[in-house]
């Protein structure tokens, strides 16, 4: 996903399990960019699921 350069995403532990994080810094950030980047995650994920 990263590899895209549509979206950046790190990685955490919370509790010990792996999470991902999306930081959304820039003002010019609306809906539409977060519901795109959401899109492209589940794509990424079924494609690494299938």
Do not use: F, I
């Given at each position: 996903?990263?590899?895209?350069?549509?979206?950046?995403?790190?990685?955490?532990?919370?509790?010990?399990?792996?999470?991902?994080?999306?930081?959304v810094?820039?003002?010019?950030?609306?809906?539409?960019?977060?519901?795109?980047?959401?899109?492209?995650?589940?794509?990424?994920?079924?494609?690494?699921?299938?």
């Amino acid at each position: 996903m990263n590899g895209t350069g549509r979206a950046h995403l790190t990685h955490t532990r919370v509790d010990g399990r792996y999470t991902l994080r999306l930081a959304v810094g820039s003002p010019q950030t609306v809906e539409r960019h977060v519901d795109e980047t959401w899109a492209l995650l589940a794509g990424t994920a079924d494609d690494l699921l299938t």
